[in-house]
């Protein structure tokens, strides 16, 4: 349960700054977010902004009430005067911080501080119905839900957040996580067993033992793509603060051939990595693990030089693949991820090109609307947009989407356009973070006038004291 209020968070974030010599204000200034206002003045967030509020009319019916869901929900009922919103969502702590799991599998959080309940930070106008969507039926304007039937709806907001599909890999389950090694931060108990294997891992290698941790990616868009990295950088904190880094050998296993899709960010993190001593390997996909004998088997796929091209000039290179067993004694799971599977094979997924694959809302990049129903968005991870499956993404897009469906509703063209921004702090270690920004350009898009390339201790002060109020706080109430 989130108990602290913003007053309460503030003052531990006042208490760490002021050991660096730096004002609250400042801080927020540098970390571009000194529009946040609430964070300098919390009484001034009670106070209701309802400026120029459309007096549209419509059903508005918004299926998932996480992160999207919920701060969409809460901008739509301030930007609305009489709305009438409705959110779907199963899970009575579906706003819980996701982010902050990575540290509770660290031992810096505990599972409690990023727990939040639903009808803290839902707007009150809006009416909850505490029930999953088993179809979409776009054509007829509505959901069906598993317990309360059909609903229609005017404009329809997907926003269920993905799947997370261990099953797919052989040997492996949710239930699995935790037992034998193997640990996943996605959920937030399988990061609270992730940080009690971690604890055994340190405690082997400092007892002498010579321990193997690998750490795996996999062949699918994942959400936050610099998770598998920080829970990697982590584990080398805790084994260098216990004194027992030289016997442990951490490696990275990625699907892919490198190490982030921005060259700048790419090639500082190798740098990071070779200066800690980790190990990578690229263009290995995790396909099955023994967890009785504690063996992770890859999929290893890479060219081999075939016949030469007389035309061509050139070898033909042959795509290969083979099977690669690799011993652990510490597995970091990083699962296949895609749509849920009532979205993949509803008529609103994308069918053509790879996006299909995933089953992602087919929606137009820039204005988040559905590209085959006007009245139907999306945003959130489910959005088949290119990257941005972070909560940093859903901060730029749900003003966006909001807009865009008061324009609809006021039968106007969508006027608002997300333009891909997306942010991923990677912890590089226990105080410090590289805050890669970055947008459908794939340059770096820093917020402020600082080399974001660099590892630093102010972003290690946002990721741990100042996200959480600026998520709980800002985001979910539709004010920053
Ligand atoms: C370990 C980890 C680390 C992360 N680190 C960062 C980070 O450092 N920075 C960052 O910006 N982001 C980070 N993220 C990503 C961020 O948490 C997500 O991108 C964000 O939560 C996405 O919001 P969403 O609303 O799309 O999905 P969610 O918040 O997951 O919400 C989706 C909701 O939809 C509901 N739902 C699903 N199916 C149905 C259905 N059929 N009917 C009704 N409801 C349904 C679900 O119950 C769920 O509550 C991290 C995530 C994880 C797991």
Redesign the pocket.
């Known amino acids: 349960m989130i108990h602290e209020n913003v007053d309460i968070l503030c003052n531990e974030l006042d208490k760490e700054l002021k050991k660096r010599g730096l004002s609250r204000r400042d801080a927020l200034k540098l970390a571009g977010i000194g529009t946040a206002s609430f964070m300098l003045n919390p009484t001034e967030m009670q106070a209701a902004t309802r400026a120029e509020a459309s007096d549209v009319k419509g059903k508005i019916v918004i299926?998932?009430?996480?992160?999207?869901?919920c701060s969409i929900a809460s901008l739509l009922s301030k930007k609305i005067s009489n709305p009438d919103i409705t959110i779907?969502?199963?899970?009575p702590q579906?706003v819980s911080y996701?982010?902050g799991?990575?540290l509770i599998a660290a031992g810096v959080w505990k599972k409690e501080d990023i727990m939040g309940d639903n009808v803290d930070y839902y707007p009150s106008s809006a009416k909850w119905i505490q029930d999953?969507?088993?179809e979409f039926d776009p054509d007829k304007n509505s959901v069906i839900t598993e317990k309360n039937g059909v609903i229609a709806y005017d404009i329809l907001v997907v926003?269920?957040?993905l799947q997370l599909n261990y099953e797919e890999i052989d040997g492996l389950s949710e239930s699995v996580i935790g037992t034998n090694g193997i640990g996943s931060?996605?959920f937030a108990d399988g990061?609270v067993k992730t940080w009690e294997l971690m604890q055994e891992f340190v405690a082997s290698a400092k007892s002498g033992k010579k321990v193997q941790g690998v750490f795996t990616h996999p062949n699918t868009p994942i959400?936050?793509g610099g998770?598998p990295k920080k829970i990697m950088n982590l584990t080398h904190a805790r084994l260098v603060e216990a004194g027992a880094r030289e016997n442990a050998e951490l490696t990275f296993y990625p699907n892919g051939g490198s190490m982030f899709g921005v060259p700048e960010y790419h090639e500082a993190i190798v740098n990071q990595f070779k200066a800690r001593d980790l190990k990578w390997n690229y263009k290995h996909n995790l396909v099955a693990v023994n967890p009785a004998k504690k063996i992770a088997t890859f999929e290893h796929h890479f060219l081999e030089k075939g016949e030469w091209d007389a035309d061509l000039e050139e070898f033909t290179m042959i795509p290969r693949t083979k099977l690669v067993d690799v011993a652990y004694d510490f597995l970091h799971v990083t699962p296949p991820m895609s749509a849920?599977d009532?979205v993949k094979n509803s008529p609103l997924s994308w069918k053509r090109g790879s996006a299909a694959k995933g089953g992602w809302v087919e929606v137009e990049k820039e204005t988040l609307q559905h590209t085959r129903y006007p009245n139907v968005f999306s945003l959130?991870?489910?959005a088949g947009i290119p990257m941005g499956?972070?909560?940093?993404s859903?901060r730029k897009q749900y003003t966006v989407a909001a807009q865009n469906i008061i324009d609809v509703l006021e039968k106007k063209k969508p006027s608002a356009k997300y333009g891909g921004y997306t942010?991923?702090?990677l912890i590089t270690g226990l105080g410090t973070v590289m805050l890669a920004e970055f947008d459908w350009s794939k340059k770096p898009t820093p917020s402020f006038p600082l080399d974001p390339t660099q590892e630093r201790w102010i972003w290690w002060i946002l990721k741990v004291y100042m996200l959480k109020p600026m998520y709980f706080h800002g985001m979910l109430t539709g004010r920053a």
């Open positions: 299926v998932g009430g996480g992160a999207a869901g779907i969502e199963p899970n579906s996701q982010p799991q990575t999953s969507v088993k926003a269920t957040g931060i996605y990061a959400k936050c998770a849920p009532v959130g991870d489910v499956k972070t909560g940093g859903v942010v991923c702090p």
